[in-house]
């Protein structure tokens, strides 16, 4: 994975890593809280040896620095913790105290600081004077050898402890600061882990390499869209309506050299933008003055009427059962060039009534009556609907909601659609993030609305403009 993939994991799954940082911070202050505060109180000793001049002291600064270095090793023994624990009457064993008591040299000095901890600031203070008195007595023991020679260096108290008013430890700084390192890492690896797990379609790329047909366009996320499905109530600048002027432009070099088109709008699972995306491409052509039908081949779960706020009473069930014929069946719109013929009344058996030849006379009628034919198909996956209706038609183009269907599922629709005899023209990726850089062949930035049902009665843009064809 190189910088770039790198930096483009955290920034689609920046929620882990700040989720995980936030754990981490969250820990770090319960251990804060929960631990009990220490104080530490410092005394600081001066080693010396008997006054002395020319190469004598020379000799006598050297022979401190190698002894101070040994001294810093006794303060913690069991030897001056009993002392200590002696002097100021602690009922503690030694080697507990000694745990409270650090000392280090000052680096290239003569100087040794001697520490003490506890929870108690006053008691700190005490047992650091108590343990830097009776080390000073200790080396002149430890120096003369119980000899009344006098001893050839000695450690003398510069500086007495104080006490401490704030604790030490916990060091809230440092707890925290290790809970930061630790929570990005965790999320850094938890990114990467759950990008590599992922097995959605993200991308126009994603989409080609498991489709291996080209991606027609990239329609953006729109949080509009669930109140204004069509491109026709939104403005013409907007994102969405110019995402499906750049998939009505890319139809164009579909399938050339047909005069006619039948294209079946499907997708592989539920919920994936199929009838918008249908709906929405049926007024785009109409729009640029293409004389379209668009279909309502979704017999279980029909939408086109509600999204054009037609009656569906009379439609496509109607025609196949010979209840209506074809020209009292299909409905005008507004715009001229745009016809609807709804689903009719939802039969029992919907599979039937799609591979019958009544359906296949309706599409060749269509065909010739009309520029393109527009059928919004069921899911692929969940029923054979739409692999039936697209071996009628002259190809099928595919929906897939990014970050929702999964490689497998788009691969298996593919594989459903093709074996049943349908050609698939090519893929339209639907709810694509406004910050990604995706346009199919334009490389533009596009998103889609969500897939949220339409108002049960929509409102036509002019229902006296709705009429049956004479």
């Known amino acids: 994975m190189g910088v770039h993939e790198f930096l483009q994991v955290l920034r689609r799954r920046w929620l882990i890593v700040v989720g995980c940082v936030a754990l981490a911070l969250a820990l770090g202050g319960v251990v804060i809280a929960r631990a009990d505060p220490e104080y530490t109180s410092t005394t600081r000793l001066f080693v010396s040896t008997p006054q002395a001049e020319g190469s004598d002291a020379y000799q006598g600064g050297l022979f401190s620095q190698q002894r101070v270095a040994s001294y810093a090793t006794l303060i913690t023994g069991q030897e001056i913790a009993e002392r200590v624990a002696g002097r100021l009457g602690l009922d503690v064993a030694p080697s507990e105290l000694a745990d409270h008591l650090s000392a280090s040299v000052v680096p290239e000095t003569v100087i040794l600081e001697v520490s003490a901890t506890d929870p108690d600031p ?3 203070q ?56 630790i929570g990005l890492l965790v999320g850094v690896g938890a990114a990467i882990l759950r990008e590599t797990l992922d097995t959605s379609v993200r991308s126009s790329d994603d989409l080609q390499d498991v489709s291996d047909a080209p991606v027609l366009g990239a329609i953006p996320y729109d949080s509009s869209a669930g109140k204004s499905p069509l491109v026709t109530q939104i403005g ?39 009838t918008t995306t249908a709906t929405n491409l049926a007024l785009t052509l109409a729009i640029a003055q293409h004389r379209v039908v668009l279909v309502e081949g979704d017999l279980r779960r029909p939408r086109v009427a509600e999204y054009m706020g037609l009656p569906s009473d009379v439609g496509l069930t109607s025609v196949m059962i010979g209840r209506a014929s074809l020209s009292e069946a299909v409905q005008h719109t507004t715009n001229k060039c745009l016809d609807v013929l709804t689903s009719g009344p939802v039969p029992p058996n919907p599979a039937e009534l799609l591979q019958s030849q009544a359906m296949a006379d309706t599409l060749t009628a269509l065909a010739g009556a009309y520029d393109i034919v ?15 209706l697209a071996s009628q038609a002259d190809g099928a183009i595919l929906v897939v909601r990014a970050k929702k269907a999964t490689r497998d599922q788009v691969r ?7 074996s049943g005899g349908g050609r698939l023209l090519g893929t339209v990726l639907t709810m694509t993030s406004t910050r990604s850089r995706e346009g199919g062949w334009t490389g533009y930035g596009y998103g889609y609305g969500h897939t949220d049902p339409p108002p049960k009665a929509h409102p036509r843009e002019d229902s006296e403009s709705v009429r049956h064809r004479a």
């Open 236 to 274: 013409l600048l907007a994102p969405r309506t110019e995402a499906f002027r750049v998939l009505r432009t890319n139809l164009q070099f579909v399938d050339v050299d047909a005069s006619r088109k039948v294209l079946v709008i499907t997708s592989a699972v539920p919920e994936e933008g199929k």
């Open 412 to 418: 298996q629709a593919v594989e459903r659609l093709t």
């Open 126 to 181: 005490a047992i650091a004077d108590a343990t830097a008195t009776e080390f000073t007595r200790y080396v002149r023991e430890l120096e003369t050898a119980g000899t009344s020679e006098r001893a050839p260096i000695k450690a003398s108290i510069v500086d007495k402890a104080f006490e401490p008013e704030s604790p030490t430890s916990p060091d809230i700084v440092r707890i925290l600061g290790l809970a930061l390192v």
């Open 374 to 388: 527009i059928v919004d198909a069921p899911p692929l996956l969940p029923i054979t609907d739409a692999a039936v």
């Open 122 to 124: 006053e008691q700190a």
